[in-house]
């Protein structure tokens, strides 16, 4: 290729890449869904994007080490306090007999449904095992789960792509040297020395980090620099001792971080997250664009059989057998039975072997790669369009009634959760004095954790159940911080009040975003008015409007909140619920 084709398939990949995830954003359906098939079709209609081509034999390397990267930040988010009795049970059994069921299954019905070896059969199986939290996240962020159901398949998804991984390398090593031909079969050996290596690596990256986060105390910057650094330098060598077991140290690591005590982690920073978005847009228009229609054809319908065996005869069993005796519900027993989409570490992992098997002469080796792209198109697309409407039918979506975290302890604070409670919201509080954290309980309000602000700095980390949270203590500064802190952690807004003019404060002043009230109600105004005796009422929307009331909230008829900022004041309607704020009596 000369270099203007090489720097248009660039242009070109990074364009599809950044322009798919948007798209999908404004459809609000899974990425994954617009990435396959403009990969695909960038591949089929034009030469210049072609990793082959751009990249050459270094494009297996690449793929490996950004995947590490995405189990990385996947770890971050992983909470081992979540992890505990019938979840963490769940866990593994759906991991253990997901890879047993997946892998035999395939395993049996590969050579004659595929019309491939039963060698090849083996490796598309253990590929299939994988699910991954690429794609798992975004189908669980449109379908609102309960949080039980969202903990265990975000456990099992980032859990078993390096188990998967591993497996594949053992699988892919093991025909290479005749097993799956010969009869030698499975390296059980080179299995566990690949756990064995991973979780060592794990170790070194957590003590690396240890080094340059808590000893070295480096800075947002820095920090994130030295992150990317250890994870891509861990996740290099560990696969150069086999493959793939980079893929467990990244997780390992990422785990470490989020859960270990004592690390000055910087949090999960906007840059970090776009660098993992932009990676995996890259990969996943990079490898589809690798299968041509040419190679897809003859395995069309083949492939579509085999993605009805995985949803409806794999699955199923496989989530009955995990979560028996489990406590779970028998809703969220059976939306685990219906989530199981293939992603990345699938495409990856295919791309990777598939080649080299080849290369090697392996017959039927070629429809490796169009089979997993199949695959992952086919159990992607039924779950996204079928996801929403199976949790709604068997009960485990998350109400739309609002839960929101006041953080505050002021009596205007306690008065404004009574009034919201009287309209119908579970109300959460947060405060760090102990008399006030009294006076909230003496108020018959539920308090939020004691430890709540230090598990939302945790890189990842998700306030459960939290819709909304307001900041409303008499720290200006504090309640800026601390937005920025809960931002990602929240599946709602996160607003502040606003400071008063003389506060002193050093950070609030200068901070923008959006002010819960506006500016005319700021902090010192609603508590001078609140110990002049005015007080938060509740009132129809169909009521006719007092004279000297403000408009704080609406709740609307199925329980959703929206507050009244500086930028976007609310509008009633029919059936809503009015949370004001009265005049001080004469």
Not at 447 to 470: D, K, M
Request: with cysteine; proline share 7%; aromatic share 6%.
């Amino acid at each position: 290729m000369t270099q203007n084709e090489i720097l248009l398939g660039i242009g070109l990949t990074v364009a599809l890449a950044v322009g798919s995830q948007i798209l999908a954003s404004r459809l609000r359906i899974p990425a994954v869904i617009v990435l396959l098939p403009a990969g695909f079709a960038a591949g089929a209609l034009t030469d210049v994007v072609d990793p082959d081509k751009l990249v050459g034999p270094d494009f297996a390397p690449l793929v490996s080490l950004s995947v590490a990267l995405i189990l990385y930040d996947a770890g971050l988010g992983l909470d081992l306090r979540h992890l505990q009795g019938a979840t963490r049970s769940v866990v593994v059994r759906l991991i253990v007999l997901g890879v047993l069921l997946t892998w035999g299954a395939v395993m049996a019905l590969g050579p004659a449904l595929l019309g491939v070896p039963f060698a090849v059969a083996c490796m598309v199986g253990v590929i299939l095992v994988v699910s991954g939290p690429t794609v798992v996240g975004p189908l669980l962020d449109h379908v609102r789960p309960s949080d039980t159901v969202r903990r265990v398949l975000i456990w099992e998804g980032s859990l078993i792509d390096p188990i998967g991984g591993i497996l594949g390398a053992v699988v892919f090593h093991s025909i290479l040297a005749g097993g799956f031909r010969t009869g030698h079969g499975f390296r059980f050996a080179v299995f566990f020395g690949g756990i064995v290596v991973g979780l060592v690596g794990g170790l070194v990256g957590s003590a690396l980090l240890w080094f340059t986060l808590r000893v070295l105390r480096l800075g947002e910057t820095l920090g994130t620099l030295a992150q990317l650094a250890t994870v891509v330098a861990v996740a290099a060598g560990c696969d150069m001792v086999l493959d793939d077991t980079g893929l467990i140290a990244a997780v390992v690591t990422g785990m470490t971080v989020a859960n270990l005590p004592g690390f000055d982690m910087p949090a999960r920073r906007p840059f970090f997250e776009t660098l993992v978005q932009l990676i995996i847009g890259l990969l996943f228009v990079s490898i589809s664009a690798t299968v041509t229609p040419k190679s897809v054809v003859p395995v069309l319908l083949p492939a579509l059989g085999l993605v009805a065996v995985l949803v409806l005869l794999v699955r199923p069993p496989v989530s009955v057998l995990s979560t028996a005796r489990s406590g779970l519900a028998a809703g969220e027993r059976g939306f685990v039975g219906w989530m199981a989409p293939r992603g990345i570490v699938a495409a990856s992992t295919a791309a990777t072997f598939s080649t080299a098997l080849v290369d090697a002469g392996l017959d039927g080796a070629d429809k490796i790669l169009p089979v997993t792209f199949l695959v992952i198109v086919g159990t992607v697309l039924v779950y996204a369009l079928t996801a929403k409407p199976v949790a709604a039918r068997l009960g485990v979506v998350r109400s739309a009634r609002a839960r929101p975290l006041l953080v505050g302890g002021a009596p205007w604070v306690i008065d404004l959760a009574r009034a919201l409670r009287a309209a119908g919201l579970d109300v959460l509080m947060w405060a760090g004095p102990a008399q006030e954290r009294e006076q909230i309980r003496e108020a018959g309000i539920e308090p939020a954790e004691g430890e709540l602000l230090a598990t939302a700095t945790s890189p990842g980390a998700r306030l459960e159940g939290v819709t909304a949270a307001f900041l409303l203590t008499d720290d200006d500064d504090f309640n800026v911080l601390a937005s920025l802190v809960v931002q990602d952690g929240v599946d709602g807004p996160v607003l502040r009040i606003a400071p008063p003019p003389d506060s002193g404060a050093v950070v609030a002043p200068y901070a923008g975003g959006d002010l819960l009230f506006g500016r005319h109600l700021a902090r010192h105004t609603l508590t001078e008015r609140f110990a002049q005796g005015a007080r938060f009422l509740v009132r129809p929307a169909s009521d006719m409007p007092v004279p000297g009331h403000d408009t704080l909230f609406v709740v609307r008829p199925d329980g959703r909140l929206e507050p009244a900022t500086e930028a976007r004041p609310v509008t009633p309607g029919a059936g809503d619920t009015l949370v004001l704020l009265g005049p001080v009596p004469h």
